[in-house]
Protein backbone atom coordinates (compact mmCIF):
# COMPACT_ATOMS: atom_id res chain seq x y z
CA UNK A 1 0.00 0.00 0.00
CA UNK A 2 1.65 3.41 -1.13
CA UNK A 3 1.17 6.32 1.09
CA UNK A 4 3.84 7.98 -0.35
CA UNK A 5 0.99 11.48 -1.06
CA UNK A 6 0.95 11.69 2.84
CA UNK A 7 4.32 12.99 2.81
CA UNK A 8 3.64 15.45 0.42
CA UNK A 9 2.72 17.99 2.25
CA UNK A 10 6.56 18.05 3.75
CA UNK A 11 7.51 18.79 0.46
CA UNK A 12 8.16 22.84 -0.60
CA UNK A 13 9.27 22.55 -3.87
CA UNK A 14 11.20 20.16 -6.04
CA UNK A 15 14.58 20.99 -3.93
CA UNK A 16 13.19 21.92 -0.46
CA UNK A 17 11.31 20.16 2.56
CA UNK A 18 10.33 20.35 6.28
CA UNK A 19 11.59 17.31 7.66
CA UNK A 20 9.01 16.43 10.64
CA UNK A 21 11.49 14.09 12.38
CA UNK A 22 14.52 17.04 12.78
CA UNK A 23 11.70 19.81 12.74
CA UNK A 24 14.11 21.67 10.58
CA UNK A 25 12.61 23.78 7.97
CA UNK A 26 13.00 24.78 4.22
CA UNK A 27 15.72 21.69 4.15
CA UNK A 28 17.74 21.43 0.33
CA UNK A 29 18.01 18.17 -0.84
CA UNK A 30 18.86 16.63 -4.39
CA UNK A 31 18.42 13.44 -6.03
CA UNK A 32 21.22 12.11 -8.11
CA UNK A 33 20.71 12.79 -11.76
CA UNK A 34 19.77 9.59 -13.72
CA UNK A 35 22.52 8.51 -16.26
CA UNK A 36 21.80 9.49 -20.09
CA UNK A 37 22.36 6.04 -21.49
CA UNK A 38 21.04 2.83 -18.72
CA UNK A 39 23.12 -0.43 -19.43
CA UNK A 40 20.76 -3.17 -20.86
CA UNK A 41 20.25 -6.42 -19.38
CA UNK A 42 22.11 -8.21 -22.15
CA UNK A 43 25.46 -6.43 -21.21
CA UNK A 44 27.30 -8.67 -18.98
CA UNK A 45 26.84 -8.47 -14.86
CA UNK A 46 30.89 -8.18 -14.33
CA UNK A 47 30.82 -4.99 -16.82
CA UNK A 48 27.75 -3.32 -15.98
CA UNK A 49 28.28 -3.13 -11.90
CA UNK A 50 31.75 -2.03 -13.26
CA UNK A 51 30.14 1.14 -15.08
CA UNK A 52 27.83 1.68 -12.48
CA UNK A 53 30.43 1.86 -9.90
CA UNK A 54 32.65 4.25 -12.25
CA UNK A 55 29.64 6.41 -12.77
CA UNK A 56 29.43 6.76 -9.09
CA UNK A 57 33.09 7.81 -8.56
CA UNK A 58 32.42 9.97 -11.78
CA UNK A 59 29.29 11.85 -9.71
CA UNK A 60 31.33 11.86 -6.34
CA UNK A 61 33.88 14.07 -8.45
CA UNK A 62 36.83 10.98 -7.70
CA UNK A 63 38.14 11.15 -10.91
CA UNK A 64 41.32 8.19 -10.39
CA UNK A 65 38.60 6.37 -9.00
CA UNK A 66 36.05 6.42 -12.20
CA UNK A 67 39.05 6.43 -14.26
CA UNK A 68 40.11 3.07 -12.85
CA UNK A 69 37.15 1.44 -12.82
CA UNK A 70 36.55 2.68 -17.02
CA UNK A 71 39.64 0.71 -17.23
CA UNK A 72 39.03 -2.34 -15.28
CA UNK A 73 35.74 -2.80 -17.13
CA UNK A 74 37.21 -2.66 -20.59
CA UNK A 75 39.92 -4.96 -19.04
CA UNK A 76 37.07 -7.54 -17.91
CA UNK A 77 35.28 -7.31 -21.66
CA UNK A 78 38.52 -8.07 -23.20
CA UNK A 79 38.84 -11.39 -20.32
CA UNK A 80 34.89 -11.21 -20.94
CA UNK A 81 35.20 -12.01 -24.74
CA UNK A 82 38.46 -13.90 -24.85
CA UNK A 83 40.13 -11.27 -26.36
CA UNK A 84 42.99 -10.44 -24.22
CA UNK A 85 46.81 -10.98 -26.24
CA UNK A 86 49.58 -11.09 -23.91
CA UNK A 87 52.45 -9.39 -24.62
CA UNK A 88 55.35 -11.73 -25.30
CA UNK A 89 58.11 -9.94 -23.56
CA UNK A 90 56.65 -9.08 -20.51
CA UNK A 91 53.85 -11.21 -20.25
CA UNK A 92 50.81 -8.51 -19.38
CA UNK A 93 47.98 -7.68 -21.56
CA UNK A 94 48.81 -5.85 -24.18
CA UNK A 95 45.96 -3.22 -24.35
CA UNK A 96 46.02 -2.34 -27.96
CA UNK A 97 46.83 -5.06 -29.39
CA UNK A 98 43.66 -6.67 -27.61
CA UNK A 99 41.54 -4.10 -28.97
CA UNK A 100 42.58 -4.66 -32.15
CA UNK A 101 41.52 -8.17 -32.06
CA UNK A 102 38.55 -7.33 -30.08
CA UNK A 103 37.50 -5.12 -32.91
CA UNK A 104 37.88 -8.15 -35.66
CA UNK A 105 35.06 -10.08 -33.84
CA UNK A 106 32.36 -7.42 -33.91
CA UNK A 107 32.60 -6.16 -37.71
CA UNK A 108 29.06 -4.98 -37.56
CA UNK A 109 30.24 -2.45 -34.85
CA UNK A 110 31.41 0.93 -35.90
CA UNK A 111 35.62 0.65 -36.07
CA UNK A 112 35.83 4.29 -34.60
CA UNK A 113 34.21 2.95 -31.20
CA UNK A 114 36.52 0.07 -30.79
CA UNK A 115 39.00 2.82 -31.54
CA UNK A 116 37.75 5.26 -29.24
CA UNK A 117 38.32 2.60 -26.54
CA UNK A 118 41.29 1.75 -27.17
CA UNK A 119 42.30 5.56 -26.84
CA UNK A 120 41.03 5.30 -22.94
CA UNK A 121 43.98 3.70 -21.47
CA UNK A 122 45.68 6.73 -22.73
CA UNK A 123 43.55 9.51 -21.42
CA UNK A 124 42.04 7.50 -18.32
CA UNK A 125 45.61 6.51 -17.32
CA UNK A 126 48.67 9.56 -18.54
CA UNK A 127 46.21 12.44 -17.97
CA UNK A 128 44.75 10.97 -14.15
CA UNK A 129 47.80 9.56 -12.98
CA UNK A 130 51.15 10.67 -14.60
CA UNK A 131 49.65 14.11 -16.42
CA UNK A 132 48.65 17.28 -14.59
CA UNK A 133 45.36 17.31 -12.64
CA UNK A 134 43.98 20.44 -14.46
CA UNK A 135 44.20 18.76 -18.19
CA UNK A 136 41.71 16.04 -16.59
CA UNK A 137 37.81 17.26 -15.25
CA UNK A 138 34.52 15.27 -15.04
CA UNK A 139 32.34 16.28 -17.66
CA UNK A 140 35.95 14.90 -19.87
CA UNK A 141 35.29 11.67 -18.00
CA UNK A 142 31.61 11.74 -18.43
CA UNK A 143 31.95 12.02 -22.03
CA UNK A 144 34.28 8.64 -22.22
CA UNK A 145 32.05 6.83 -19.83
CA UNK A 146 28.92 7.47 -22.34
CA UNK A 147 31.39 6.52 -24.85
CA UNK A 148 32.00 3.05 -23.64
CA UNK A 149 28.37 2.86 -22.73
CA UNK A 150 27.70 3.45 -26.04
CA UNK A 151 30.22 0.95 -27.52
CA UNK A 152 28.44 -1.91 -25.04
CA UNK A 153 25.20 -1.05 -26.36
CA UNK A 154 26.50 -1.47 -29.92
CA UNK A 155 28.40 -4.73 -29.13
CA UNK A 156 25.28 -6.31 -26.68
CA UNK A 157 22.45 -4.92 -27.62
CA UNK A 158 21.83 -4.08 -31.11
CA UNK A 159 22.50 -7.30 -32.36
CA UNK A 160 20.05 -8.93 -30.05
CA UNK A 161 17.34 -6.07 -31.11
CA UNK A 162 17.83 -6.83 -34.86
CA UNK A 163 17.63 -10.69 -34.27
CA UNK A 164 13.92 -10.23 -32.20
CA UNK A 165 12.60 -7.38 -35.15
CA UNK A 166 13.85 -10.55 -37.98
CA UNK A 167 12.04 -12.83 -36.05
CA UNK A 168 8.66 -10.89 -35.98
CA UNK A 169 9.58 -10.03 -39.59
CA UNK A 170 9.40 -13.47 -39.97
CA UNK A 171 6.44 -14.38 -38.53
CA UNK A 172 4.66 -11.57 -40.22
CA UNK A 173 5.79 -13.10 -43.46
CA UNK A 174 4.80 -16.69 -42.54
CA UNK A 175 1.39 -15.30 -41.35
CA UNK A 176 0.44 -13.08 -44.63
CA UNK A 177 1.97 -16.04 -46.86
CA UNK A 178 -0.59 -18.31 -45.20
Known amino acids: MDLSHLDQKYFI ?4 Y ?20 ALDERIPREIRELIFEDEKSQQANLLVGASA ?6 YELLVYEKAVVKNT ?45 EAW ?8 IELAKATLHEIYVV ?8 GALGQMKSIFAN
Open 137 to 144: NSPKLRFI
Open 69 to 74: CLRKAI
Open 18 to 37: NCPFCKRNHVSYSLNQATDF
Open 159 to 166: PEERKERL
Open 13 to 16: DPHK
Open 89 to 133: KSGRADYQVSIKTFKTKFPSVAPELFDALGDIQELASDNVHEGTR
